[in-house]
């Protein structure tokens, strides 16, 4: 079982930055893989980021390759979603997963936190 726990949301200009944080709590958290979803308003839940809890794999959605980095705090059990240029299609609720598979992780994951809203106004 993992919990996780989002924070850092909030309203942002565009062409800004923001930093998403997710505390997670578990036993064995070096089996998971662990990522971000994002729901826009009215749109499905889409697959952002995901890493490896000891670090060695990453993985992006083309929609955010070279504007947001994934990383992660094993001291801390932290994941962290560093998010720059920041446009108005990024506005959405922004959820942590994970999962013990590298495919599922970025398709159906196990577990979810509760969601943060990000909002960049234009």
């Known amino acids: 079982q993992v919990q996780l726990v989002e924070s850092g949301g909030g309203l942002v200009q565009a062409g800004g930055s923001l930093r998403l944080s997710c505390a997670a709590s578990g036993r064995s958290l070096e089996v998971y893989y662990v990522g971000w979803f994002r729901q826009p308003p009215e749109k499905e839940r889409e697959f952002v980021a995901a890493i490896s809890w000891l670090g060695h794999w990453t993985y992006y959605a083309d929609s955010v390759k070279g504007r947001f980095t994934i990383s992660r705090d094993n001291a801390k059990n932290t994941l962290y979603l560093q998010m720059n240029s920041l446009k108005p299609d990024d506005t959405a609720v922004y959820y942590c997963?994970?999962?013990?598979?590298?495919?599922?992780?970025?398709?159906?994951?196990?577990?979810w936190g509760q969601g943060t809203q990000v909002t960049v106004s234009s």
């Open positions: 997963s994970a999962d013990y598979s590298r495919a599922d992780v970025r398709t159906h994951p196990d577990y």
